[in-house]
C-alpha cells in the first residue's frame, strides 16, 4: 500500500457516459497530480492541485475537470466519454520537493 | 515543451547479464527520476538524481544524470527475472510546479 488510495479500480462504462475517479493522498501531502497513461501515449500529465488550488494544466482535456476538496481528496470527472478515453488514471501526492508516491490507478473502459 | 527520449523500448534479456536503458532529452531538467511499474499497479519511485554528473547506487542498480542534466541512464548489473517490469524516467524542473515529463518506458523482460 502505498499511502495514495485510488478508487474504483476497474470501472467500464459507455461511450458519452460520465465518470468520477476518486484520489485520496498520503496524509499530509496537499499536492495531488493526475496522469493518463495510454498505449501510445505513455503517462501523459493532467493537472496538478495544490491544497485546494489548481497549480498546473497539462494535456486535459477540457470535457475533463477535477478538484481537490478541504480534506484533501480530489476528483477527476470525465464526461461525454470516448473509445480514446480508455486507459490507465493515476494520481500522485508528493512530500517534499522530489517524493512521488503513485496510487494503483483506475483502469478505465469505455465500450 | 520538454520531452523525454527513452530507449531501448524493450529488452529481453537472459538472467545473470548487464543493461543499460538511456534517457535523453534537448531540454534540462533541474531533477530526474527513475520509476519501476508492475502491472496493475502504479510506477514506484527508484531514485531522484538532481546534480548534474551525479550517481547513485541501489544494490545491482546504478543511476547516472549527465553533466549537462539533460540526459541520464540505468544500469543493471547480473540482471535477475526479479527485475522483470516496466522502468520510466520522468523530468522536473522550471516552472512546471512539480509535475513530471515521463519517457514512453523501457520494458525489460530477464529469462531463467
Known amino acids: 500500500d502505498s499511502g495514495v488510495t485510488q478508487t474504483p479500480k476497474h470501472l467500464i462504462t459507455a461511450t458519452g457516459q460520465r465518470v468520477t475517479l476518486r484520489c485520496s493522498p498520503r496524509?499530509?501531502?496537499?499536492?495531488v497530480y493526475w496522469y493518463q497513461q495510454s498505449l501510445d501515449q505513455g503517462l501523459q500529465f493532467l493537472i496538478q492541485y495544490y491544497n485546494g488550488e489548481e497549480r498546473a494544466k497539462g494535456n486535459i482535456l477540457e470535457r475533463f475537470s477535477a478538484q481537490q476538496f478541504p480534506d484533501l481528496h480530489s476528483e477527476l470527472n470525465l464526461s461525454s466519454l470516448e473509445l480514446g478515453d480508455s486507459a490507465l488514471y493515476f494520481c500522485?501526492?508528493?512530500?517534499?520537493?522530489?517524493?512521488?508516491?503513485f496510487g494503483s490507478g483506475t483502469r478505465l473502459t469505455v465500450v | 515543451t520538454q520531452l523525454l527520449e527513452q530507449s531501448p523500448q524493450f529488452l529481453s534479456i537472459q538472467e545473470g547479464e548487464n543493461l543499460t536503458v538511456y534517457c535523453n532529452s534537448s531540454?534540462?531538467?533541474?531533477?530526474l527520476q527513475w520509476y519501476r511499474q508492475e502491472p496493475g499497479e502504479g510506477p514506484v519511485l527508484l531514485v531522484t538524481v538532481v546534480t548534474g554528473g551525479e550517481v547513485k547506487k541501489l544494490k545491482r542498480l546504478t543511476f547516472q544524470f549527465g553533466d549537462a542534466r539533460k540526459d541520464s541512464s540505468l544500469h543493471i548489473t547480473a540482471a535477475q527475472p526479479g527485475d522483470t517490469g516496466l522502468y520510466l524516467c520522468?523530468?522536473?524542473?522550471?516552472?512546471?510546479?512539480?509535475?513530471?515529463?515521463f519517457g514512453q518506458g523501457t520494458i525489460l523482460t530477464v529469462h531463467p
Open positions: 531540454s534540462v531538467f533541474s531533477s
Open positions: 520522468a523530468g522536473s524542473g522550471g516552472t512546471s510546479y512539480g509535475k513530471l515529463t
Open positions: 500522485a501526492s508528493r512530500q517534499g520537493t522530489y517524493g512521488y508516491t
Open positions: 496524509s499530509g501531502d496537499l499536492s
